[in-house]
């Protein structure tokens, strides 16, 4: 019997997360952080969680978008500082660096998942918080959203969780030197006009806004989507040679895909394609 979820193994899906709420409908997850009394800050338990949801997804075949998003008035405000900082200034070198790089595999993690995530973020995105937004593929915000990458405040470095790769590619190597810097915040309408985020709207209309362009990527060709994103990610550290070559091969193999035919039938049927992602 072929199995219902291929290249798994003996492994399973996880079937419920206990540190986020998560929910998916219409091939759409919403994954919501959901610690409003403390500004939706991250455990090392949220962390690990996160880690583990965007490796599992590309085999899980659940859904073909994600958003992502804060419960009450905050999208994330980073690593709670007792749970967290308090519980680090305890720990060895080993164990610290292992920590740093469970941190940094959620961030490796989103960027490597095929599936087009999206930020909806609600009011402050500050320390870890900023990190995830910026790890998304796209950001929609509102006017009191703030960006706050405040690693440098507490006496750490300003690339934590490959910032100072992420950042400088939104919005420029000057900018990000700045921001990364100094930590000041950055509202919603200055983080559209930098590059930081895709769009601002009001409160009341970010979790649609986001939505609205989650159905669209989950309505559309979701294979040549993916490709996209794993084309952005991939190329970032290549030269034009190798990029070429990887945009090539993509390209020869998406023109043998169901979507492709799709769309070369239904133009000259003077029909509107209706995409399978194969």
């Not at 919005?171 to 590059?195: K, N, Q, S, Y």
């Amino acid at each position: 019997m072929k199995p219902k979820i291929p290249f798994k193994g003996s492994a399973t899906v996880t079937k419920s997360w206990h540190h986020f709420d998560v929910q998916v409908r219409d091939r759409v997850m919403t994954l919501t952080l959901n610690r409003p009394d403390k500004l939706n800050a991250i455990t090392f338990d949220a962390y690990a969680d996160l880690r583990d949801l965007f490796r599992e997804l590309p085999h899980a075949d659940i859904c073909d978008a994600v958003v992502i998003t804060g419960a009450g008035k905050s999208f994330c405000s980073g690593g709670d500082v007792n749970e967290i900082i308090g519980e680090l200034i305890k720990m060895d070198p080993r164990e610290l660096l292992e920590f740093t790089r469970m941190t940094g595999a959620v961030i490796q993690n989103m960027r490597e998942c095929p599936i087009p995530i999206i930020g909806a973020i609600n009011g402050t995105a500050a320390g870890a918080g900023a990190v995830i937004a910026i790890a998304c593929d796209f950001r929609i915000v509102t006017p009191s959203t703030k960006f706050r990458f405040l690693f440098t405040n507490v006496g750490l470095s300003g690339g934590d969780m490959g910032t100072c790769y992420l950042l400088p590619k939104l919005v420029g190597l000057g900018r990000a030197t700045e921001i990364l810097m100094f930590g000041d915040p950055i509202a919603g309408e200055h983080a559209v006009a930098i590059g930081l985020a895709n769009k601002c709207v009001d409160a009341e209309q970010l979790l649609i806004e986001a939505r609205t362009l989650a159905e669209r990527i989950a309505n559309g060709p979701t294979l040549a989507y993916q490709s996209t994103k794993m084309l952005l990610t991939r190329e970032a550290d290549m030269s034009l040679h190798g990029a070429l070559e990887l945009e090539a091969m993509t390209q020869a193999h998406l023109m043998q895909t169901k979507d492709h035919r799709e769309f070369h039938r239904t133009f000259n049927a003077g029909e509107k394609p209706q995409w399978s992602g194969r």
